[in-house]
């Protein structure tokens, strides 16, 4: 898109309507350059309603992500600085960590329309197809190792205000990287890391969330989409730039030392919480009440044989 067509979007956004002759005063340019980026932003899928004396009006912006309108919207300063968009490629994290290999600067997001190899933990497959926001953030943060999993709680809050501010939906964390809505999985987070003893050279934070995407047969009775919890298309953008803003300001708070501020929103979305739930590690199972989150991201659980602090695993309400 040129820099004409932007403005046009811009112009098309502040007003209800705007004539085409207002359009090309304040862009320098003819009333049939005018439409000819009019015809070109609605091939983008940009629906454009165009009335005799009242000129265009912008119905709705496209349902999927374009960089040029992430570009426009994006207000951040350190998240965005630059962004990759794909339009297939088999991971989103796998692109991030060649990038991170060559010296990418942190800030940098890579995002696919679809991917062919989906990974979540313990290479488990991520089904992601067209609809859906699958994306990766690179950080370099000046953290030890052992707090990497804070930076994963930034991004699940993120993502739970940004749906609660973008969609009429109630988003809940399960930890440790779920976010669900109606005990649904509507998003996965996947954190990979390159690290030494004592720093970390990088950190990606790989988001998958269903918005529009079509989920398999097999992942119906456990995994949602807003589509299918709202019952209406959701464009992407909106709720792309809602969780990367507030990302920003999380892992702002994180680098600056307020852990509590991260803690707290973890906190309000818990649906783990108080519940009684069964934990399955690397090595053993275990049941007990969550009673709480410790500094760096453990889950704290109360068992019969006393107070436990489990890292990571997989694990199921009772
Ligand atoms: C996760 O793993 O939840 C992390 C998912 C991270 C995906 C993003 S997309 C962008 C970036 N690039 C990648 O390659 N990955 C990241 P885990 O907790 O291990 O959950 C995996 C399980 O979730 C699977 O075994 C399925 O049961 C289920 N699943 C697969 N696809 C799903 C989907 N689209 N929605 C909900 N659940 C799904």
Redesign the pocket.
């Known amino acids: 898109m040129t820099e004409k067509t932007l403005e046009i979007i811009t112009l098309l956004k502040n007003q209800n309507w705007i004539s085409g002759e207002e359009i090309a005063k304040s862009l320098h340019i003819s009333r049939t350059m005018v439409w000819k980026h009019i015809q070109q932003l609605k091939k983008k899928g940009y629906h454009i309603t165009a009335t005799p004396n009242k000129g265009y009006h912008l119905d709705q912006s496209p349902i999927m992500i374009t960089t040029e309108e992430i570009k426009q919207e994006l207000k951040t300063s350190l998240l965005g600085s630059k962004i990759y968009h794909l339009s297939v490629v088999d991971?989103?994290?796998?692109y991030a960590k060649n990038l991170a290999k060559n010296n990418e600067k942190e800030g940098t997001i890579i995002i696919a329309d679809e991917?062919t190899?989906?990974?979540?933990?313990?290479q488990?497959?991520?089904?992601?197809q067209k609809g859906?926001l699958?994306?990766?953030v690179l950080f370099r943060p000046s953290i030890p190792p052992t707090k990497a999993m804070q930076v994963t709680m930034c991004a699940a809050c993120a993502i739970a205000e940004a749906i609660e501010k973008q969609t009429p939906c109630s988003p809940s964390i399960k930890w440790p990287?779920?976010i669900l809505i109606n005990k649904k999985?509507v998003c996965?987070?996947?954190t990979e890391l390159s690290a030494e003893l004592d720093s970390i050279n990088y950190l990606i934070i790989?988001?998958?969330l269903?918005v529009n995407n079509q989920?398999p047969k097999s992942?119906q009775s456990?995994?949602t989409s807003i589509q299918e919890e709202t019952d209406s298309t959701q464009p992407l953008v909106p709720l792309f730039i809602s969780i990367i803003t507030c990302l920003e300001r999380f892992y702002t708070a994180l680098v600056k030392n307020d852990f509590s501020t991260i803690r707290d929103t973890w906190v309000h979305y818990s649906s783990t919480l108080g519940e009684i739930v069964n934990v399955k590690t690397e090595k053993d199972e275990i049941t007990g009440k969550a009673i709480g989150l410790a500094e760096n991201g453990e889950l704290l659980l109360r068992t019969k044989h006393g107070e436990k602090k489990i890292i990571t695993g997989?694990i199921t309400y009772l």
Request: hydrophobic share 35%; no cysteine; net charge positive.
């Open positions: 991971s989103t994290n796998n991917q190899g989906g990974r979540g933990r313990k488990r497959a991520w089904i992601s859906g699958w994306f990766s990287n779920d999985k996965g987070i996947l790989g988001i998958g269903n989920l992942l456990i995994a997989d």
